[in-house]
């Protein structure tokens, strides 16, 4: 869904006192047959019930998306004005993020009639086609437009692509820049995510964000989810020597895709030093697996780690998911019958989330529970 | 006469980002149509046959001043606006039904029927949040309609308007069924509308509409079925039957549904060394088998375990291989079954990254009473480190112990809570000494050999049914490159075709390759040249072995002596992970 939203024609529809719902104006010309016209115009020019709503009919290949609008007055024959300002597409193109521009437009025209009569009267009608022109060409060519219609009115558009939901943030998790970090513009974003912002470095979890900026927790949370929104940041988990961590079928793409090549051996390699082997590098991300810590690993390929920063080669495996995180979710399966039921320790919750909501180190845990008999432990 | 039935569900709507604690944007359930309606167009004019689920009538004006109404209160459509969510907010966003309820009968019956021109093709229509898909035909069809905004899911009900509409249509032809239930809708509706008028109290027609009207009946369970399971199945005047699944409800990874593209390219992955496991009992899926079902379907359902292989399973059911490869994805897209590695012994499990290992999941209490004395999460760490099913051999144990493991296993793999591990290997020379950083690093072999095709026919290579195609598989290595290479001795036609095998790399890759001491063992240099293509990381040793008909100790002995010029991991096989993914 990453392809822009191009729009083949912008029309101008409204219901003439004696001809009847028709296009006025429409750029390209001729786009919209006479046919097409013919089969979509009760979702044009409609009946009360569905003035007001966005319409998006698709028919013959064509989506049309509109906003009917009326304006009821005695001065006008019939006593009521119809009028939508539509746009079309191929019938396969998302439409979403065109949705806001023909309400707006809508609005705008709306206003401008009641202010000034500025459809009703011939004469500035005429000045809709170049207006549409305008729209069509700057619209497809850098998604928004500011046009000016008259002394005192000015038209400000912009097609906004929609993106998905961004995951909840937990307080575990860990924020690091997509890009470089200089290229972050601080005065476009609000004040918290401006505070919070020296703290995000790939490695301080949500929590240590939170307490070192002096930022409350849960505002920590929105504004990176916020970011994670705009494709700004991504999470990984937190990083320690005695994590674990196995590889994905996405690995090979460090083989197979040069970008990729390119990028990670930039981004892994020691400052100062010469650039890291692929041969190296590749034989660190699969010397990872089940059963081994970072530590072990980095014991076993000392050589290879002699031009490679080992934080940052887990930093961009997580980032790319070349590799994964095996959490540690420990599960109380024999429990006496007066003992209350267990509350962390029942599968779901992994060993960073119980650390870092009771505030104990993952040594600590591991004492408690590896002599617990009553207590197994799940690695995913 | 025409007709047109048209569901609506909720658009995607716009993401908001609130600042709430609970800042989660619940929105309604996107794979779920808000309802389904029936529209007519004829010399009567536009009319709404049926829709459901009925819509809240608003308050009859007499009765509205019997309530107190404040002064402040939100001025809304119908009935008072109920607070979904408990929390107050000065503007709960309309909630789906009343989205729908917000249109009138009389409304949707102008908008939804269309006119002749867009007949007998997808109709789809937005207003607002709400979307309408359907299928208008010239002999009436009901489509539904879903206001999803993923596309495959609109085509997807787009699909199922059009099956009901032809089934309709063929019942029209034949018996005029269609005529018949519309009348009687109709004239329901007049009888409930005259009723109304007489004694003011609102009723919805449709309610009575239900119990005497087949059709209508059967639309609402389409509803019912596509909002809960997402597979319907319908007999259209009891006789036709119209069958359809949702894939997006049926094929979930934790939230998210996996696209039908997705499905159907791992479907077509699959080769003849993968197997076929079953989601359900031999004997529950053979009973939900419609009567007229094909033969094959059942002698595969019949002869098909978790230990044979799909090639296996052709000649135990006495069927071709393209049939099987259909059949199975038949079977897997209707979620009824998924493609696995065929179990042995020396296959590695470990815990699925999506499995549910809560003390309290419903699979516990499941696992609990299917193998009484054994808990789930106790079994679920025993996979916390990759294990092969042979380590849990225990020679002190009964048989019967190790049957009961083989079920267990079986079990997990059936809810998804394990994944297989297979072992994939890539050359890698390591750089040259000399000129350091001035020369560019070879482009790994991967790049350079990449696009070959692979020797084991998939499903893809079998294309449509009508190809020419005559796969046979006597002989399963069907590469050019590895040729039969005489046995024995430093012949010189075996030392060409080493040489050109190993023609491929680079001058430096060569002579790294040359120096190591196995290399002298021209025997070993020779399989090493044989299987150099396989080496991009990209096929793991079961392939291999099955490929070239080579056993499992004789590649890891090779990998051992290789070893300075390979990198082996261990990961699931990306061709049927999607399969490994839990279904909701």
């Known amino acids: 869904m990453g392809m822009t939203t191009r729009i083949e024609c912008i029309f101008f529809s409204e219901f003439h006192p004696t001809l009847g719902p028709k296009i006025t104006y429409q750029v390209p010309e001729e786009y919209i047959s006479r ?95 170049p207006i549409l022109s305008t729209l069509l060409e700057e619209l497809n060519a850098t998604g928004a437009c500011t046009l000016p219609i008259d002394e005192s009115n000015t038209i400000h558009l912009k097609l906004i692509q929609l993106r998905k939901d961004p995951p909840i943030v937990q307080e575990y998790d860990v924020p690091v820049f997509t890009q470089c970090k200089d290229h972050f513009i601080k ?18 979890h949500i929590q240590k964000i939170s307490a070192e900026a002096d930022v409350e927790l849960n505002l920590v949370r929105i504004a990176v989810q916020n970011l994670l929104y705009y494709g700004v940041v991504t999470l990984v988990s937190i990083f320690q020597y005695s994590n674990v961590y196995c590889t994905t079928p996405k690995v090979q793409s460090l083989i197979d895709d040069k970008s990729v090549q390119d990028e990670c051996l930039n981004y892994v390699t020691k400052q100062g030093q010469k650039r890291a082997s692929l041969r190296d590098v590749f034989q660190l991300y699969c010397g990872l697996s089940p059963g081994t810590t970072v530590r072990d690993l980095c014991s076993r390929y000392s050589q290879q780690l002699q031009r490679v920063d080992e934080r940052r080669l887990i930093q961009f495996g997580l980032m790319k998911s070349l590799i994964r995180r095996l959490q540690k979710y420990p599960v109380k399966v024999i429990r006496d019958e007066r003992s209350r039921l267990p509350r962390l320790y029942t599968g779901c919750h992994s060993y960073d989330e119980i650390c870092c909501k009771t505030g104990i180190s993952y040594q600590e845990l591991d004492e408690r529970l590896e002599n617990d008999p009553n207590i197994v432990v799940c690695w995913k | 006469m025409m007709f047109n039935t048209l569901a609506r569900l909720p658009d995607d709507r716009k993401s908001m980002y609130s600042q709430s604690q609970n800042s989660v944007y619940k929105t309604g359930d996107k794979t779920s149509p808000i309802s389904v309606i029936l529209v007519t167009s004829g010399s009567r004019g ?62 949707l019956a102008t908008i939804l029927a269309t006119k002749s021109d867009i007949c007998g093709k997808k109709f789809e229509l937005k207003i607002d949040n709400v979307r309408f898909v359907g299928h208008p035909t010239l002999l009436q069809h009901p489509p539904i309609i879903q206001a999803n905004a993923d596309p495959s899911v609109i085509s997807c009900m787009h699909n199922l308007s059009r099956r009901i509409a032809i089934a309709l249509q063929h019942e029209e032809r034949r018996c005029q069924y269609l005529t018949r239930e519309a009348k009687l809708m109709l004239a329901i509706q007049d009888e409930i509308t005259t009723m109304t008028e007489m004694d003011g109290s609102p009723q919805s027609p449709f309610r009575q509409i239900l119990p005497k009207c087949k059709l209508a009946r059967d639309l609402k369970e389409a509803y019912d079925s596509l909002c809960t399971t997402g597979v319907v199945r319908l007999h259209i005047n009891n006789w036709l039957e119209v069958s359809f699944c949702l894939p997006h409800k049926i094929h979930r990874i934790g939230g998210n549904y996996i696209p039908p593209e997705a499905l159907e390219r791992s479907l077509k992955a699959i080769r003849p060394y993968h197997a076929l496991l079953l989601l359900e009992s031999e004997k529950a899926l053979l009973g939900q088998l419609p009567l007229d079902c094909s033969p094959a379907m059942v002698r595969l359902i019949k002869t098909c375990s978790a230990v044979k292989n799909l090639q296996q399973l052709a000649q135990d059911a006495d069927l071709a291989l393209l049939q099987i490869f259909q059949i199975a994805a038949h079977l897997v897209y209707w979620g009824k079954a998924i493609i696995i590695y065929p ?37 679920l760490a025993k996979f916390s480190l990759p294990v092969s099913l042979a380590e849990f051999r225990n020679p002190l144990e009964a048989p019967a112990q190790e049957a009961q493991l083989i079920q267990m296993v079986v079990w997990m793999l059936q809810r998804r809570l394990l994944i297989q591990l297979h072992t994939y290997v890539c050359l890698l020379v390591p750089p040259s000494e000399d000129e350091p950083g001035l020369r560019d690093e070879d482009p790994p072999l991967a790049a350079r050999v990449g696009g070959r095709s692979l020797s084991t026919p998939s499903a893809l290579s079998f294309g449509s049914p009508t190809s020419s195609d005559d796969m046979t598989l006597t002989s399963p290595s069907m590469d050019n490159s590895s040729a039969e290479l005489l046995p024995g001795g430093d012949s010189p036609l075996n030392k060409r075709m080493t040489e050109t095998l190993l023609a491929s790399l680079s001058e430096h890759e060569r002579q790294v390759i040359l120096n190591i001491p196995a290399a002298q063992n021209p025997e070993d240099l020779r399989m090493f040249a044989r299987l150099l293509h396989y080496f991009r990381g990209h096929h793991h040793l079961e392939e291999i072995m099955y490929n070239e008909n080579m056993r499992r100790s004789q590649l890891k002995t090779l990998f051992d002596k290789f070893r300075s010029v390979l990198v082996v991991t261990s990961h699931e096989d990306p061709i049927i992970s999607i399969f490994q993914s839990p279904m909701e």
Not at chain 1, 72 to 80: D, G, L, P
Not at chain 2, 59 to 75: G, I
Not at chain 2, 354 to 373: D, K, M, T, V, W
Request: charged fraction near 20%.
């Open chain 1, 35 to 129: 046919e097409l016209f013919d089969t979509v115009q009760v979702y044009i020019i409609t009946k009360p019930e569905l003035q007001n709503k966005l319409i998006t009919v698709t028919a013959m290949g064509k989506k049309l998306i509109g906003c009917p609008v009326c304006i009821e007055h005695k001065k006008y024959s019939r006593n009521a004005l119809l009028f939508n300002l539509g746009l079309v597409c191929d019938a396969q193109t998302n439409t979403c993020a065109l949705e806001p521009i023909v309400k707006k437009l809508s609005g705008y025209l709306t206003t401008l009639e009641l202010e000034s009569g500025f459809i009703s009267n011939e004469e500035s009608k005429q000045k809709l086609l």
């Open chain 1, 187 to 204: 005065s476009q974003w609000d004040l918290t995510t401006q505070q919070i912002l020296p703290y995000i470095d790939g490695f301080r």
């Open chain 2, 46 to 107: 536009n009319k709404l046959l049926f829709r459901y689920p009925f819509q809240r009538l608003a308050e009859c004006p007499s009765s509205l001043t019997a309530k107190q109404r404040s002064p402040y209160a939100l001025n809304t459509t119908g009935d008072g606006l109920e607070d979904q969510d408990g929390d107050s907010r000065e503007q709960s966003p309309l909630t789906d039904e009343q989205l729908v309820a917000g249109f009138s009968d009389i409304i």
């Open chain 2, 343 to 379: 179990l042995c012994e020396n296959n590695v499990y470990m815990l699925s990254p999506h499995a549910n290992i809560c003390l309290y999941s419903s699979l516990a209490e499941q696992f609990s009473q299917q193998f009484p004395g054994h808990d789930l999460p106790s079994m």
